[in-house]
């Protein structure tokens, strides 16, 4: 499920464009309330930005969340920067045209 809206997200953006994304920091996805969830780590986030070559990292860092009682609660910041246009997905294969050989 992450990289399918990463993947919506990165063909959303405009080249240069930069995006700050937060998570629950550890791994793994979840549903609570009716709601779904993604916790993401160093190492997931790596393995995440390195499926889109488009995205460049500019800084990740972990904070802890301010809402009393959750103080124990760690999150994880990300923000990105898209580089250079997604690759069009066609019918026929990334980037093709009917008329490419």
Known sequence: M???WWSRISRSMKVDEVLYASFMYGTGEHCRNGRQFVDLD???CDELIKLHSEL??????QTS???????NEKWLNLLV???KPTK????LGVGQSPSSP
């Open 2 to 4: 992450v990289l399918s």
């Open 56 to 61: 460049a990292v500019i800084r990740v860092w």
């Open 81 to 83: 920067r898209k580089t």
């Open 42 to 44: 160093e190492d997931g």
């Open 88 to 91: 069009r997905m066609t019918f």
């Open 65 to 71: 969340d301010l809402r009393p009682g959750r103080t």
